[in-house]
């Protein structure tokens, strides 16, 4: 009897040792350019899953309550924050019943808490459509705040998994050296760029850390459908401004767009905020993208 | 003397420390009015630089700016973890109003006319926190028709092994539809097959409801059980009398792909109706599907049906009641803003002295107009014909009569008023 009893013990310490051993944390990032800076970080201590899709508006993914088994099992909820995500995200955090993801607990990570922010108002009302009273949440286009989040994500699974924490911390470092080399570089090769006009305050971030003159939005107020009065006022401020390129998000591409690009002359550029890819070359790459466009267009 | 003296002294004291305190006030205007003309020559020196630069380039710097330094902020994301902004209104709860205004005409049969044009027909006042870590509160006060009336107050709370109960009064999970408020829905009306089984007020119960979602594979399972009242004169007490009932629920959602899914559910009622003193029970079945599509543009569209039979006893030695209720709904979504839609409603009832079912059918079209997030447009035709008791009486029109209605709805929404389901 004692040996049966012995014999289970070790086959149930057998079974259980290689899963506590391998077991990685489970880590969900919201948007896709957030799951590759996670990626980036956690290496190979880490599984990342993302819920939105690449080329999906951020602000409107659909809450499909399958997407709450990803979160079920979380240990690091990694978000936008800013109020980005609040149409969608907060009822499958509920579905889920996983309190370790819950606003304020250590597994659930806002990056616009680490990093500086842009736009934040002090009073706010509808009628200026539909805008973030913290601030611009579209900060994960900027490479540099995008190394600060990771810097201050490497810290953040540092405290939940103390086992990997030097290599946390070493991946964040190597991933912000690697932005802050390729900022350098392209800052001085955009220096000079002529103004473009954007469908969505979305690159806010972007233009500013490469100096990119913004004149004007196709949309009149954040997420209000421009009028025809807004869009000829509009084309006529892209003749006198000399706007040569009109960047678009891929979920804002239709009618409008290509008729204010039409009346305008100015070029219409797809600017994805995510790109396929994994880790720190998925969210480089769409960096890279960006400003390739950005300067292909300005020849 | 001695008074006098002091008086003197006190006298003397005050004027030197008046005088004292006036030469450190000038001396102090003094520093001021020199800073201020250290500052307007700075002023001046910096416009006379500006002027004698040719224009074009002046205008060039102030469109042009300069790139900001790649210098990596590192921050302690544990000082941040609340906004000011938020942190302001921890404390309260969620506070939205959600106006309904609805219009309709209606022409049936018998010279029946009726018409209204847009009144604020209901007023959705809806509150909602947590209470603790543990449990939420979720309230919804309606007013409408001159009155104001609790249409939803639960708690829920978050039990072990991944329960959830709700208790107080809550729109019933029966069918796909019940269970959403009005203004959730892309169309006007109420189904008429939902209006021949319960009336055509939403069906609500007081009690406890219990639900537990499983994660299996790509799907998510949900079963509920719940034990209510309810006052529901159709289905239930035709004297409004409060009665006891059971409900147990399954609903499935599917992954097919990124863009689509499948949901499955099915249903069971049964409670006591208070018609007569014995053989009297109401038992309600039925199941729901949805499949949905939806791609990255926002353009989509959605296939939805429900099915629910009711059997009412009726008392000893008497037939039960027994009627069907249904609807099939295509929604078609242009983009993010324009969505067109069709509903088929079918119900019917067994007529025990015919031996024979009355079948009564309606046909819908409409077109929704999102203006934003926060408010939206519907204009709705429907089609009714040989409407059974409970559609005839909402419509104003005799049993068996047809009818054809138009409906205009405009619902806004003020406060932080959360996603609807999915």
């Known amino acids: 009897m004692t040996l049966i009893k012995h014999s289970l013990l070790a086959l149930l310490l057998f079974g259980l040792l290689p899963t506590v051993a391998h077991a990685k944390l489970h880590i969900v990032a919201t948007l896709p350019a957030l799951g590759q800076i996670a990626a980036a970080v956690a290496g190979e201590d880490g599984e990342v899953r993302v819920l939105a899709r690449v080329g999906q508006d951020p602000h409107f993914v659909p809450p499909k309550p399958t997407l709450a088994r990803h979160l079920a099992d979380a240990d690091l909820l990694v978000t936008a924050g800013l109020g980005l995500e609040m149409g969608w995200l907060p009822p499958l955090i509920e579905l889920s019943r996983n309190s370790r993801i819950r606003q304020g607990q250590p597994g659930y990570f806002a990056g ?60 964040a470092e190597a991933f912000a050296k690697r932005l802050q080399k390729l900022v350098t570089e392209w800052q001085s090769r955009l220096a000079g760029i002529s103004p473009v006009v954007s469908y969505h305050d979305s690159y806010r971030y972007f233009s500013e850390r490469f100096a990119i003159p913004v004149a004007g939005f196709i949309e009149p107020k954040p997420g209000v459908e421009a009028s025809t009065r807004h869009l000829d006022e509009l ?60 300067a292909g267009a300005q020849k | 003397m001695r008074y006098a003296r002091m008086c003197f002294m006190l006298a003397a004291l005050l004027l030197s420390t008046g005088n004292a305190y006036a030469a450190s006030e000038i001396e102090a205007l003094k520093v001021q009015v020199q800073q201020m003309l250290k500052r307007i020559e700075q002023l001046e020196t910096a416009e006379k630089s500006r002027e004698m630069r040719p224009a074009e380039t002046a205008a060039a710097d102030a469109d042009q700016p300069k790139p900001a330094t790649p210098e990596v902020v590192r921050t302690n994301p544990a000082k941040q973890s609340v906004r000011a902004a938020t942190a302001e209104n921890s404390g309260n709860p969620s506070i939205s109003v959600v106006g309904n205004f609805a219009g309709q005409r209606i022409r049936g049969t018998g010279g029946v006319r009726s018409s209204s044009f847009l009144p604020l027909s209901e007023a959705e ?10 449990a939420r509160l979720d309230v919804t006060v309606t007013a409408a028709n001159g009155g104001m009336a609790v249409e939803e107050g639960f708690i829920t709370a978050r039990l072990p092994w991944g329960l959830n109960l709700r208790a107080g009064r809550k729109f019933l999970p029966i069918g796909r539809v019940n269970e959403m408020h009005p203004h959730a829905l892309i169309y006007a009306d109420r189904p008429n097959g939902l209006v021949n089984m319960f009336g055509p007020e939403i069906f609500i119960g007081d009690g406890l409801l219990l639900d537990r979602p499983l994660f299996v594979g790509d799907s998510v399972q949900t079963l509920t059980a719940g034990f209510f009242s309810t ?38 009622v049964q ?85 024979g079912w009355l079948k009564e059918s309606a046909i819908s079209a409409g077109i929704a107009w999102k203006i934003s997030e926060f408010q939206g447009i519907t204009l709705q035709y429907k089609h009714t014909r040989n409407a059974l008791a409970e559609v005839a009486g909402d419509l104003g029109i005799a049993s068996g009569g047809r009818a054809n209605a138009w409906y205009l709805r405009w619902v806004v929404a003020i406060g932080p008023h959360g996603a609807h389901p999915y």
């Open chain 1, 112 to 171: 616009a808490d680490a990093v500086d922010i842009l736009g934040a108002m002090q009073k706010v009302d509808r009628a200026m459509g539909d805008v973030h009273p913290e601030g611009n949440p579209h900060w994960w286009i900027d490479p540099i705040r995008a190394a600060s989040a990771a810097l201050a994500l490497s810290e953040r699974l540092a405290m939940i998994d103390p086992t990997h924490a030097v290599e946390y911390r070493q991946r």
């Open chain 1, 235 to 294: 084309v006529a401020l892209i003749g006198s401004k000399h706007v040569s390129q009109l960047w678009v998000e891929p979920y804002h591409l239709g009618r409008i767009a290509r008729r204010v690009a039409t009346l305008s002359g100015a070029e219409l550029l797809t600017m994805p905020d995510a790109v396929e890819g994994e880790g720190a070359d998925g969210y480089v790459a769409m960096i890279e993208l960006l400003l390739e466009a950005v």
């Open chain 2, 271 to 355: 409670g006591k109706n208070g018609i007569a003193a014995s053989h009297s029970m109401t038992r309600i079945g039925g199941g729901h599907f949805a499949l949905k599509y939806q791609d990255i543009s926002q353009a989509g569209f959605t296939l939805e049906g429900e099915w629910l039979r009711r059997w009412q006893q009726q008392g000893a030695g008497v037939a039960a009641a027994v009627n069907d209720g249904s609807y099939l709904l295509a929604t078609a979504a242009l983009n993010k803003s324009w969505q067109l839609f069709s509903r088929f409603d079918y119900s019917r009832q067994y007529d025990p002295t015919t031996l």
């Open chain 2, 231 to 268: 006052q529901n004169d159709v289905a239930f007490d035709p004297t409004g009398t409060s009665q006891y009932a059971g409900l147990a629920r399954w609903s499935g959602l599917w992954d097919l792909n990124d863009d689509t899914t499948l949901e499955l559910g099915a249903n069971y």
């Open chain 2, 125 to 134: 006042f809806i509150f909602g926190a947590n209470i603790d870590p543990h």
